[in-house]
């Protein structure tokens, strides 16, 4: 195989790891929680923690890979990854299972930027869109198979497989690494932004883990306030600090960038709707038509073989109509297919839901290729690092905030219903209210330039008018 193809395969299959890891556990807490002697409640602490180590370790990733070269952080993320995950299936309390999450929470943090780095920075440009449509494809499976797959494992098996199995793939993964991956850093080392990272951290954590738990009633809504607002004061201390810093943690000059600024802050709303599907539908499926969790997990993979179906054809779509063109009526198309979803009734057969999410997925692994690739488009080589960290801060309050928008959305058709049970009469207000919202991205993608990304799609820029031609 090309090393071109297998650098991509090589990192799609380290996140496709981490992005299952994080929902997998989902539909198998009870069976954890009776074995380990701790609370299934009480073991929800595993979830967070995982989330929280995520998004205080991310700041760090792109001076790290910097630094020690991208290649052996890689490595080095994998190896704490298998780790963590070792500890979790040898775990026989609740604290050493929060413990062994939050190890595996500090490899996922630098596998996910850090293989993106390795990606935009030993791919061609003009080959990146098919790489990136590989990496894209585990961030929108894994949460879809996690759930499913974990409660098979459960049932004719054991939990610790949701665990032992990382171990083979994370050693495969480090043995492919070494022999196929280029071992790029930068040429300058930079000083490391303790203060700016600490801050970034806790903001990020804060608000990320505030978000991911509002309206779930895990906690008091007054500590998931000041959750939420203690993160902000942290964002906004780290925005002050990162003026008079010269190299901050986080590069935020890098907003001045267009296709940057459209790829992170578009992406953002994108996402907010996009991303509170794999919560909604799971729910609807079970909750409003009593579905068995095997069955909507069934239901819901279709999405996923719809994103699998994608990546061969994003490069030659991308190439044919260029970023803008996509970005902006993908979101839309997307949008309205999440929209569809408020169709379902406990009527519809299951062969036409299938149909609507394949093509679903389709159209949105599309959008997230898009939205990835484009991101950079203007980034030179020495700010790659810095701006993949970003872009994966961006990603991690996206989704955190997806799932907190989809449980509001839920809640609020709820009360205004008045009865206080949630039914399945529930849910389609919520798809569309999220749907709404994710095609308000088509804002920030319709002030992109027609040339965007020309490089990227293969393109040739479009020609400049001479005064003749304009009749001048």
Not at 353 to 378: D, H, P, V
């Amino acid at each position: 195989m090309p090393r071109d193809r297998i650098v991509p395969l090589i990192i799609a299959v380290a996140l496709f790891m981490e992005n299952m890891d994080s929902t997998v556990i989902a539909t198998s807490l009870p069976a954890i929680a009776a074995d380990i002697g701790s609370d299934p409640l009480a073991l929800k602490l595993a979830v967070t923690s995982y989330l929280l180590s995520l998004a205080i370790f991310i700041p760090a990733s792109g001076w790290t890979a910097d630094r020690f070269g991208a290649r052996t952080v890689f490595r080095a993320a994998i190896a704490v990854f298998v780790l963590g995950s070792i500890g979790c299936a040898l775990s026989n309390s609740l604290t050493g299972f929060v413990i062994a999450r939050i190890v595996q929470g500090m490899g996922g943090a630098m596998m996910t930027p850090v293989g993106r780095i390795v990606l935009v920075r030993s791919i061609s440009k003009r080959e990146l869109v098919s790489a990136m449509a590989w990496v894209t494809t585990p961030a929108l499976i894994g949460p879809v198979i996690g759930p499913p797959v974990g409660g098979f494992i459960t049932t004719y098996a054991s939990w610790h497989w949701i665990f032992i199995i990382n171990v083979p793939i994370g050693l495969i993964g480090i043995v492919l690494a070494t022999r196929y991956i280029e071992d790029v850093r930068a040429e300058q080392h930079e000083r490391f932004d303790a203060v700016g990272m600490v801050l970034a951290g806790l903001g990020i954590a804060g608000v990320a883990f505030g978000l991911s738990i509002l309206g779930l009633n895990f906690l008091p809504w007054t500590l998931v306030a000041t959750l939420v607002v203690g993160g902000a004061c942290f964002i906004a201390a780290y925005l002050v600090h990162a003026r008079r810093t010269p190299i901050p943690a986080l590069d935020l000059t890098l907003f001045r960038l267009p296709t940057f600024r459209a790829s992170v802050l578009g992406g953002f709303v994108f996402r907010l709707g996009i991303g509170a599907l794999p919560f909604l539908l799971p729910l609807m499926l079970q909750v409003g038509f009593g579905m068995s969790p095997f069955q909507s997990g069934l239901i819901t993979f279709a999405s996923a073989v719809g994103a699998m179906g994608m990546k061969m054809a994003a490069a030659t779509v991308l190439k044919r109509y260029g970023f803008r063109t996509i970005l902006v009526i993908n979101s839309l198309v997307s949008a309205a297919f999440l929209a569809a979803c408020a169709a379902f009734t406990q009527a519809t057969p299951v062969a036409a839901m299938i149909a609507l999410l394949l093509i679903g997925g389709f159209f949105r692994s599309l959008q997230f290729t898009s939205i990835n690739t484009i991101a950079y488009a203007e980034v030179e080589n020495a700010r790659v690092s810095r701006a993949t960290a970003l872009v994966s801060v961006g990603q991690q309050l996206s989704i955190a905030a997806g799932v907190a928008l989809g449980a509001m959305a839920v809640e609020l058709s709820v009360h205004f219903r008045g009865d206080g049970t949630l039914q399945a009469a529930d849910f389609p207000p919520a798809f569309l209210a999220v749907a709404a919202i994710s095609a308000l991205s088509v804002f920030i993608f319709a002030r992109l330039s027609r040339d965007a990304g020309a490089e990227l799609a293969d393109r040739l820029p479009a020609p400049v008018e001479s005064s003749d031609q304009r009749g001048g």
